[in-house]
Each structure stands twice: as C-alpha cells, then as structure tokens.
Nanobody, 125 residues
Framework: VQLQASGGGLVQAGGSLRLSCAAS????????MGWFRQAPGKEREFVAGIRLLTGTTYFGDFGDSVKGRFTISRDNAKNTMYLQMAALEPEDTAIYYC????????????????WGQGTQVTVSS
C-alpha cells in the first residue's frame, strides 16, 4: 500500500484547508485510515481516524477543539481520505501525515502499517 498526501499550504488564521490522502496498491486490505500531525519540537500525535467500511470517525485527545473544526471523510471509490480543516489556528501549524492500518483502530493510533509522506500546514496569525 502506498499513501500520497496533498493539500497543505500557508493559510491565515480563521481560514480553511482540505487535505487529501490517496491510497494505492492493496487497498482492499485497509480497514482504517487516519491523520497525524507533528508540530515543531513536539511528538507526532493522532488527529483523527476513520473506519473505511462504515465511515465511523474517531478523534484524538483534543477535546472539542479539533472535533468541532476538523472533519474526516473518505471516498472509497477513489481510495481517498480527506481532512477538512476550518477555523484554523496558529496552533494547528504542523506537518500532517496520513496513515493506514489493516488491523484495528488502536493499531492505527499506535503503530500504523503504512505511512504517507507529510504535507506542511502553516497557519499565520
């Protein structure tokens, strides 16, 4: 499985971006996909995940801060996952990575089978 992330960029605070992650290869084996982010000087953290079969979504331990502003979705026909980000804040500045896993949500969150390359999101104040 190969994952290709895109859609990052520079945006002003309050703006929006949509990230995409296209999967190729043995995509039939993927059960979960998700987004992680790594801000400068910080560890990579789980942002959101989605179960491909049902569309059930999961969010990292951000409380309502991210959940109310970010929407994760997928288009199974296109083997693509999205992260729609709205009301962006400077604290959202990070490299965003997509990931996929063939096992469980916990596996995705802790140690995904597959990683895509990162896409930089920079939010200016």
């Amino acid at each position: 499985v190969q994952l290709q992330a895109s859609g990052g960029g520079l945006v002003q605070a309050g703006g929006s971006l949509r990230l995409s992650c296209a999967a190729s290869g043995h995509t039939f084996s993927i059960y979960y996909m998700g987004w992680f982010r790594q801000a400068p000087g910080k560890e990579r953290e789980f942002v959101a995940g989605i179960r491909l079969l049902t569309g059930t979504t999961y969010f990292g331990d951000f409380g309502d801060s991210v959940k109310g502003r970010f929407t994760i979705s997928r288009d199974n026909a296109k083997n693509t996952m999205y992260l729609q980000m709205a009301a962006l804040e400077p604290e959202d500045t990070a490299i965003y990575y997509c990931a996929a896993d063939t096992r469980t949500l916990n596996s995705l969150m802790k140690s995904p089978n597959y990683w895509g390359q990162g896409t930089q999101v920079t939010v200016s104040s």
